[in-house]
């Protein structure tokens, strides 16, 4: 088993985003979830965002990591492009890497230049948060 699995997703949210608005003007083609702010979430809590979130991939490559982001990029194009016209300070469109880790040395995560450019401008974010495990 590598010491590395990377899970990343993209994600837009806020507590003024109109989730229906959004996807009449576009949807992702891929699967996604969607929340409403005021209804139930999972831990049964009023939401207090409204969001669309996309699982784009899983696995252990940061390359191939890479390459299913660009196809992401390139299949949601239409979809992105409205969804960046609405960010703004209380709406956010991000990918989140969570990096799971098993070694004790340090992981590094880094995007190249033509992948970062192309995410600023579609106003696209991205974290990646490292998790300890043990399975």
Known sequence: MSDLRF???YSIYGPR???DDL???AKPRS?????RRGEPNAGGNKAVT???QVHLWEGTS???LHRAVVRFLER???FLSV???MTGPKVISTFSTALFVHAIQPVTLSLPPGLMARLVKIRVSWSATGYPCSD
């Open 7 to 9: 899970s990343t997703h």
């Open 17 to 19: 985003l109109n989730v």
């Open 23 to 25: 996807l009449a003007r």
């Open 31 to 35: 699967a996604y979830r969607l929340w």
């Open 50 to 52: 409204s969001g669309v």
């Open 62 to 64: 940061v390359g191939a």
């Open 76 to 78: 949601e194009h239409r």
């Open 83 to 85: 969804a960046g016209k």
